[in-house]
Each structure stands twice: as structure tokens, then as C-alpha cells.
């Protein structure tokens, strides 16, 4: 079964450093997402891709966030100068269709800023 | 967007079925209802989604209220895997998929 793939798995990074988080979606999907779980709390939308661009982000995603798809297969989600408060789960997900359809989303991507 | 409301807590003995109700009374005409889960310390899942009818897969079923102002998420025989976080979200067709705090469904074994 086709599935979303997210790396690195856990990172852990000081204060101030920017992060890279990558995920592969699956093959054929042309809508990509990135949310972000603090520890006990909901699940938090950040952005939407699609046709290379963003198509909606929410207050959260501002100018420490960016998301590129830098190939065919890759969609990644740099955070610049993290704070402590970033500390949390990133899940990539992807969508064959916008709204309508199921979104398929990866394990996620743990984030310890210290 | 369309508000959510659904309990925060619910508890179902094992091989029992389960009831998740949902009320999103200001949904409009054409916002799809989805459902997702969250296993404890996994990504959100899809379960099932729908329009108006009623709608059935491998995982549940979802019963759609004809004024479509609520709905509910039946799992047949819950078990112990069953256990996570359920979410119920309209979506807007073009628009994104808002989680809210969903309900945590405890299963005894």
C-alpha cells in the first residue's frame, strides 16, 4: 500500500538553528500539507501545496516557515531560527484530490528544540 | 468553517459497537464529512468520509443525518486497537482540512 514517508524521524537542534523536515508523498498526488502537533494538544494546520505553490497557510506559517518541493518527489518544510516552542510533531500528509478525498499523512517528524 | 462538536470522551467494551456522534450544524451544501483517528503517537488516519448518504468501508460506517446537521461514525465491534483520538471535520470542497479535539475513544477490553 502506497504511504507517506517523513525524515528524520526525531531531531533534536538548538535554539536558533534551522531545521529541515522532508517528506515523500505519495507518487501521484499533487496536493501536499504540513500540520504540527504540540505534545497534548490538536492537530494544527501550517500549509497546503499545490502546482508548486502555496495554495493556503495558516496565522502559524509565517515568515520562519517556508515549504518547497525542490524535485519530483520531495516536499519540505524549513523552519528558521526555531524557538522552543517548535518543539513538536510535523506530519506531512497528501491528497489525490483537493477536499473531496482522503488525506494519507506520515508518521511524522519529531522536533526537540533545546 | 464549519463548527464541530463532539464528545470529548467516550468508553465502549471490546467486540461492542461503538456510536460516535458529531453535530456540525452550520455545515453548508457541499462540504464533504470526514472522519479520521489518531492512534496514540501516529499520524492521523483516514476513515471514512461522505456527502449526504450514508456510507459504508472496512473500517465503519458513517450515518449522515438527512438535515445533515450531524453525524455518526459506527464501528461495528470495537477492539483494542480501536482506541485513539476520533475526529469528525466538514470540508469544504477546495478548502483544507481543520482538526478539532475530537473524541477520545477508550475500549475495555
Known amino acids: 500500500e502506497p504511504e507517506v514517508t517523513q525524515t528524520p524521524s526525531h531531531q533534536v537542534t538548538q535554539m536558533g538553528q534551522e531545521v529541515i523536515l522532508r517528506c515523500v508523498p505519495i507518487s501521484n498526488h499533487l496536493y501536499f500539507y504540513w500540520y504540527r502537533q504540540i505534545l497534548g494538544q490538536k492537530v494544527e494546520f501550517l500549509v497546503s501545496f499545490y502546482n508548486n505553490e502555496i495554495s493556503e497557510k495558516s496565522e502559524i506559517f509565517d515568515d520562519q516557515f517556508s515549504v518547497e518541493r525542490p524535485d519530483g518527489s520531495n516536499f519540505t518544510l524549513k523552519i528558521r531560527s526555531t524557538k522552543l516552542e517548535d518543539s513538536a510533531m510535523y506530519f506531512c500528509?497528501?491528497?489525490?484530490?483537493f477536499g473531496t478525498g482522503e488525506l494519507f499523512f506520515g508518521e511524522g517528524s519529531r522536533l526537540t528544540v533545546l | 468553517d464549519a463548527k464541530t462538536t463532539q464528545p470529548n470522551s467516550m468508553e465502549s467494551n471490546e467486540e461492542e459497537p461503538v456510536h460516535l456522534p458529531c453535530n456540525h450544524s452550520t455545515i453548508s451544501g457541499t462540504d464533504y464529512i470526514h472522519w479520521y483517528r489518531q492512534l496514540p503517537s501516529q499520524g492521523p488516519e483516514y476513515v471514512i468520509h461522505g456527502l449526504t448518504s450514508n456510507v459504508n468501508n472496512r473500517m465503519a460506517s458513517l450515518a449522515i443525518a438527512e438535515d445533515r446537521k450531524s453525524s455518526t461514525l459506527i464501528l461495528h465491534r470495537a477492539t483494542l486497537r480501536d482506541a485513539a483520538v476520533y475526529y469528525c471535520i466538514p470540508v469544504p470542497t477546495g478548502n483544507q482540512f481543520y482538526f478539532g479535539t475530537g473524541t477520545s475513544l477508550t475500549v475495555i477490553p
Open positions: 500528509a497528501s491528497s489525490g484530490s
